[in-house]
């Protein structure tokens, strides 16, 4: 193999970066869809009443919980996991991107792409 061929480009990075993107909204899409399905079949004599508003429950609002209702195959766990896998998708993309800034030796970029990611990580935090 040549030298060149071995070497960290925008390209490469950008590459990298779409596939990543594309296979968390796969991955993602799949996971809500097979939750949707397994709901459809839970609660299929289930009658809604739209009349008054249901938040989601205290155990779909924590990762772990999250995923100890995926382990006991519970539908609206495997949806809210799909949709936390979803908006972690553009949090490894910067996370990646920093990986990527570090191989290409741009000092500038890992430092502002090190704050993108705090400011991310901070936002998504529970008060």
Request: glycine share 8%; net charge positive.
């Amino acid at each position: 193999m040549e030298q060149g061929q071995n070497r960290w480009t925008d390209e490469r990075m950008d590459i990298i970066i779409s596939l990543l993107l594309r296979t968390g909204v796969i991955l993602s899409a799949v996971i809500v869809l097979i939750g949707g399905i397994m709901y459809l079949v839970q609660y299929r004599h289930l009658v809604p009443d739209y009349r008054i508003f249901r938040g989601e429950p205290t155990t779909l609002r924590h990762l772990g919980s999250i995923l100890h209702g995926v382990a006991t195959f519970h539908s609206r766990s495997w949806m809210q996991l799909g949709l936390f896998v979803l908006v972690a998708t553009p949090v490894a993309r910067v996370a990646f991107s920093i990986f990527g800034f570090y191989k290409e030796r741009d000092r500038t970029y890992v430092l502002l792409t090190l704050v993108v990611l705090s400011v991310l990580i901070f936002g998504l935090m529970e008060h």
